[in-house]
């Protein structure tokens, strides 16, 4: 039986660039080693878009596997949701590429901005509508193209993001299955973090704003890294309290691949064991609002996640923004 309160995830799906560009391959670019990026971060290695790939041109593929294996037409989607900062372009939004792409012609399509906490936000949003039932299928993609916005000459930045894409279909499930709870939280006062200086309607694109290197990604790494654990230990607890579950009931814990050290310690907060999370940074370093719906795709494909498990996801990212949610697979 299908109830119109409970709201899951059916599928998911992936893509990533072809192109791998190693912790060695960097040692060319900046000053830096692969022992410094293995140990500070747990990076080895990031995928890179070439010049045939697009952010609505990776979402696009990711979608397509996530409505195939949930058995649906583009057309029977009625929402289309598509988490990103990296944009094809400053309009019209990535998702109504994605749109005619797939040619999800029912489908309201939009971008969601919530940096790297976005798919955790368009899941979120997406259980709204499908409670209140005014839609029936959503298809939700976390996509990012971050490395035309890194700065190669910053070896603070350079060697952390990658691209990539992931999508799900969500619908409405069998009572007590699917998402159990969700929050979402932002402090733009943090904004000063993690930012793109210019390209934005307050300092367009100039010969200056080139000069002075203003499009690339700045960003106060040690600041973010102890407001993450707070706040990825702290939503966490929120969203299991919310549904009636302690960290004892979790199977795994899905968190936002930003740095390996900062899921440590969040785990080790949470007093949960290391085989209980799951992590890919090794191989596509932070793909922001990819992050997690890659990890999760990957977690399902390889059957490491079965029928029943309690799962907690959790993110964090620029805004700041950061957020939780339980789902009972
Ligand atoms: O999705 C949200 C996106 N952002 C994040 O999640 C960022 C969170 N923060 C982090 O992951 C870490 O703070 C970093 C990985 C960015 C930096 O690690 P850290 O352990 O906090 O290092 P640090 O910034 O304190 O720098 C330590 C040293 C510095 O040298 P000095 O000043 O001690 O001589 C840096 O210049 O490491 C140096 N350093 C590097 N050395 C070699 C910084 N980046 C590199 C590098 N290679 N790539």
Known sequence: MVSRSAVGI?????????????????????????QWITSRTGIKERRIVNSDETCSGLATIASKIA????????????????????????????????????????????DLAAGCTGFLFGLNVAEQY?????????????????SPFVN???????????????????TNVEPGRGLQASKIFSDGHKAGLLYVPSGGSSSPASLRTVRERRHYIRMNGPEIFKFAVNTMVDSTLQVLEMCGKTTADLDYLLPHQANRRIINFALKRLGLKPEQVLVNIHRYGNISSAS????????VEQGNIKEGDLLALVSFGAGLTWGAAVLNW
């Open 292 to 299: 997690i719906p890659v990890l999760l795709d990957e977690a």
């Open 10 to 34: 059916v599928s998911t799906g992936r893509a990533l660039p072809v192109s791998h560009v190693s912790n060695q391959d960097l040692e060319t670019v900046v000053e830096t080693s692969d």
């Open 152 to 170: 190669w000459q910053d070896r603070n930045t350079c060697v952390l993001f990658g691209d990539g894409a992931g999508a799900v279909v969500m």
């Open 67 to 110: 409505l195939e294996r949930a058995g649906l037409r583009p057309a029977e989607i009625d929402l289309l949701i598509v988490a990103t900062v990296t944009p094809d372009r400053q309009m019209p939004s990535a998702a109504c590429l994605v749109q005619a792409n797939l040619q999800a012609y029912n489908a309201a399509a939009f």
């Open 130 to 146: 499908l409670k209140a039932g005014t839609l029936k299928n959503v298809l939700l993609v976390g996509v990012d193209i971050l």
